[in-house]
Structures are given as C-alpha cells and as structure tokens.
C-alpha cells in the first residue's frame, strides 16, 4: 500500500518498492505502473522538503542531493566549472559563485534559498569577453562577419556586432558556462564554441519553422519512427524537414577548430531546441547516431538545466549520465537491445548479418554495420557499408 514518506526508514522502504517495479517492467496503465509513478513522485517530493530544510548551509544542500541522486564529484563538474573547483567548492575553500547556484539550481533541483549565503564580491563578477581569443580568421573566411565589418582593422568591433546580432540573448548565455555541458576528452576552445553557437542560434532563427514544438513531442517512438526515413536515399534530408514540420530547427554546421564536434543540442530559446550537426564524418551511421544523440537530449534533458550540449561522439563518456543516457536511448532507438541480441549480426562481422538485420528493422544498413564496428572496436569492418561520402553532398556542405 503506497503511504506518504515522512522518515527516511520510509523513504528506503520506497525505493526498494521502486526498484522491485522497475525490474517487473510493468505496462503503462497496469495498477503497478501507477504504483510507480506515484512512488517515485512521493519520493522526489520528501527529498525536495528535505533539501529545503537544509537552506543555512548550501554545501550540506549540495552533499544531500549527490547522496540522494548517487552522484560523484566528476558530475558536478557540468554545474560548478571543473574537478578542482568542485574540490575546493565541496571543502568551503571557495564559494558558490552566481552562475554556479543558477546552474545547481537548474540542474539538480536544488532550492536557490539553499544556495544563497555571503558571498565573495570577487567571485561574482561576471565573466569577462577577451575579444582577442575569438578565432576571428577562421570566423571571417567562413563569411559570418562580412556584413559586419567595416573596414579591415576593426575585427573586434565586427565580432561585437555579430554577437550583438543576437539580441536578446547576451552572449554571456552562448560563452562557456556551467549550465554548458562539453563531452569531449580534448580540451574545446570555448570562444571558437560560443562562436559556432552563436552562427548556429542565428541560422535557426531564420529557419521558417513550419510546426511548433511541443514539450514530450519527441520520444522513443517519435525517434524510431524517424529512422524508418534511413532506407531512402535522402532520408537525412527528409528527417530533418520533418523536425522542422515539428517545430525543431536542425543546423548543419561545419565545426570551427580545435573543438572536434559532431553534434549539439542547444536549449537557449525556451520555446524550442536546436540541433546543431557538424558533419564531421561524411558517413551514413554517424549522421544518424549524432542525430539521434542529439534528439535523445531534447527527449531526456530540454528542462533539466543544461542550456547547450556539445558533443565529441568520439569519446565513451561511462561516467557522465547525461551522456549514458543519450547512448543508450539513441542507440536503442537505431537497433533495439533485444532485436540486437537475438542477431547473428551481434556475433557475426558479415555483409550477410548486416543485411539481414537491416532488412527486418526496415532501416539502412549502414546502422548495422557502424554497430558492428562500434561493438567489436574494429573501424576497418564493413567499410563498403557505412555509407562514405554520402551525407555532406546531400546539405551542400563543402568536403
């Protein structure tokens, strides 16, 4: 019988109630479905009273939800800026500066009361643009400074223009900040980032949406039904018409470098999401795994926090659950775990298993074949079926 959660014995009592239904599966509608969703709301609830209750000492607010979430010190990083900085932060070494409390309270719930206390004047400043840092070579040869430059000796002032260009969005929202989140084992240059969103904002502003987003529009059954657009020669192209018919403007735009991107899922307009695509691999399986990635982040994140996710899709990022999340529903939705198992193709390294598997999931066989190369970490396997050399063509994109 499901009661309200006042000690933490009830508390444990419940989640051992939810754990027990998660691993039952039950279907949606069923008395233990409900069961579920109504546990899982009594327990978020008791912990957010607890969390309010702990507002003199933000540090005890912190601990209290990494105990409760089952977090480290590494997932802090994305709110508080870095492993030393979440250190010191954790050990009353340094304090919580503005941005940080906003992205902690954005990000994991925490009431901004507990948050709040004296502060360092210092450690509130605002952050500082040092317009020098801006890769503004690379910048202009693209040509998103031409119409902001007016002579050749002012690069600094054309850069200001074309963040100002923004408006109303600061371009303090498209600098690195806490509730950014990088998954990329390479240090990313922040300016050449916040000047790759800040053209890839613009673009989508001008994209004539032909639908409005709807917030839980997008999930595992939107995302599959959209892989069902792969076995079509312009099949990237059709789903990213589609996304826009649902109110989701999709960008593609070369990354600029030192910041290895493939794709980003942006969250600055609060009336949408963006996706960003770099095409960094001209390959049918990147395009739709990036694609899908990305989507898995609107799907699980839109109102989590989090204003941008860049992502390096080279990287296997295990201890992040943010991004083990967008595997695993990304990669579910391309090729779901049980078809998967059953597969010779998840044994077998042949055209034939390929084929076949991609035939019964109605989906190209370029998917199969970059999970077969990604589960057995061989990237010479099945060259001939991945798709080289067929995406960038399709989006006019220069090699």
Known sequence: ??????????????????????????????????????????VQDYEQKKVQNLQTDPVEAILF???????????????IGSRSKVSEVLSRKRPLTLSMMRALHNGLGIPAKSLLQEQDP??????????????????????????YLKSTDDMTEALRRFFDDLKPIPIIDVMYRQSNHIRSARSMDQYALAAWTAQVVKTAKKVNLK???????IDADFMR?????????????????????????VVIERHLPNTYLDGSAIFIDPEYPIIALTLRYDRIDNFWFTLMHELAHVCLHFDAGVRQFYDDLDVEDQDDLRENE??????????????????????????????????????????????????????????????????????????
């Open 1 to 42: 019988m499901v009661k309200v959660i006042k000690t933490d014995e009830d508390l444990n009592n419940a989640m051992a109630e939810i754990e027990r239904l998660i691993e039952l599966d039950p279907d949606p509608g069923t008395s233990e479905a409900e069961e579920l969703e109504l546990l899982t709301i009594l």
């Open 122 to 147: 210092l450690a509130l400043q605002d952050y500082k643009v040092e317009w020098e840092k801006f890769p503004a070579k690379d910048i202009a040869e693209r040509g998103w400074l031409s119409s």
């Open 326 to 399: 967008a595997d695993a529903l990304a990669g579910n939705v391309l090729i779901p775990e049980v078809e998967w198992r059953k597969s010779p193709a998840s044994k077998v390294k042949s055209p034939e298993a390929v084929l076949n598997l991609a035939n019964k999931l109605a989906i190209h066989p370029a998917i199969v074949a970059g999970r077969i190369r990604h589960q057995f970490k061989e990237y010479r396997l099945l060259s001939n079926l991945i798709g080289h050399r067929k995406i960038r063509s399709l989006f006019g994109v220069e090699e």
């Open 225 to 249: 039904g959209l892989v069902r657009l792969s076995v079509f020669d312009k099949g990237p192209l059709l789903a990213c018409e589609y996304l826009n018919e649902q109110g989701i403007p």
């Open 211 to 217: 639908g409005k987003y709807k917030k839980g529009k």
């Open 65 to 79: 939800r990494m105990e409760q979430q089952n977090l480290s010190q590494r997932d802090l990083i994305p709110f």
